[in-house]
């Protein structure tokens, strides 16, 4: 019996979601589902590098600080009422026996406030992979590595 709870994580206007390097803990943007121009029968990658450090990791690694923070939130919004109710349950039988009185007290738990996204970061396309367009640090000036294979590549003028 396993709860299913759905978070989303938000995009910014362009259709990017922010992600954050478990290497280097830079933050920049991969687009959130497919681009023009990316191959229909592509499996899902095993692992994307860093634009910044390309040090690889599995997808589900790129979680931000903030988002970790809010699906933690959000996951204690949704169990405690349950264990609430579950501790009451369990204090029942030695209520009942007269020795002891005992009683679960807690207020509510308030879901966060959802996340948002800035529509903020420089869009830069790697020349072997230009289907994956990432989002990177305005201000970032060193070569930067493609999102799929890691790759070197200069970052355009801009």
């Not at 803990?25 to 899902?44: D, V």
């Not at 690694?61 to 996951?75: C, G, L, N, P, S």
């Not at 009451?88 to 948002?116: F, H, I, M, Q, W």
């Amino acid at each position: 019996m396993g709860i299913d709870i759905r978070v989303s994580v938000p995009v910014d206007d362009d259709g990017f979601v922010r992600r954050a390097c478990p290497a280097c803990s830079r933050e920049f943007k991969w687009h959130n589902g497919p681009t023009e121009g990316a191959p229909e029968q592509e499996s899902a990658a095993e692992e994307y590098f860093c634009p910044y450090c390309a040090s690889p990791a599995a997808p589900d690694q790129w979680f931000t600080e903030e988002q970790i923070d809010y699906f933690r939130q959000v996951a204690i919004a949704e169990f405690a009422p349950k264990i609430r109710d579950d501790f009451t349950k369990a204090l029942e039988p030695l209520n009942r026996s007269g020795l002891l009185t005992a009683e679960v007290s807690g207020g509510d738990v308030g879901y966060p406030p959802p996340l948002t996204e800035d529509n903020d970061m420089l869009m830069v396309a790697s020349p072997c992979h230009p289907y994956e367009p990432v989002k990177v640090d305005e201000t970032w000036s060193e070569p930067l590595h493609c999102l799929v294979c890691g790759k070197a590549y200069a970052l355009p003028a801009h």
